[in-house]
């Protein structure tokens, strides 16, 4: 009798495990290809926002609140639409405490010039869609472009070339994910 109970109870178990399976969603499987980029990618999103690139490369719109980032433009840098403001006479040089910035924090001047915030997206004309990862890397490690052009202020290559390779790939890998937002930023103007 305690061998037919116990077959009936482990039958029972059995039958409503198989049952519940059946009656249950299949489990949804993630292509194992594609969850290393979703997780790449949105390391690169947090190192991102958390890095405040889009404090200097993101346009703003002003709002009751205060400064907010235009979606439209997400890391586009200065938009070309917007001409630099004049810096008055005597306010910037060698011995000033600091510089100017446009409402929309995208262009500064400064003791080295004016400097303007580059277009982060993947346009392949006036982003960085022309890019390799190699090269991205390579930039944010020299403080240069691949033009040879040296990265001025308020750009903190100095610190974000302490990043890991792996976190630099993961910022290139969702700055390419982004849609590509077609603005050419004027290039810098020496100081006067």
Not at 17 to 33: C, R
Not at 166 to 186: C, E, G, H, I, Q
């Amino acid at each position: 009798m305690d061998a037919l109970r116990k077959f009936l109870v482990v039958s029972g178990l059995v039958c409503c495990f198989v049952a519940s399976s059946l009656a249950a969603e299949p489990p949804v499987v993630k292509d194992p290809a594609s969850a290393p980029k979703s997780a790449i990618l949105a390391r690169g999103k947090y190192l991102v926002t958390l890095g405040g690139c889009h404090d200097c490369h993101t346009p703003k719109l002003m709002t009751e609140k205060g400064p907010a980032l235009d979606t439209k433009r997400l890391l586009s840098g200065f938009p070309s639409s917007e001409k630099a403001p004049a810096v008055p006479e005597g306010v910037i040089g060698p011995k000033s405490w600091g510089g100017l910035f446009t409402n929309d924090l995208t262009g500064w001047a400064g003791p080295w010039g004016i400097s303007f915030a580059s277009n982060l997206t993947p346009d392949k004309e006036t982003g960085i869609g022309a890019w390799t990862e190699k090269t991205f890397v390579k930039s944010l490690r020299t403080g240069k472009t691949p033009g040879g052009r040296p990265m001025l202020p308020p750009m903190p290559w100095e610190s974000i070339q302490q990043a890991s390779d792996k976190d630099l790939k993961a910022v290139f890998v969702y700055l390419m994910s982004l849609p590509p937002v077609r603005n050419m930023v004027p290039a810098p103007a020496p100081p006067k």
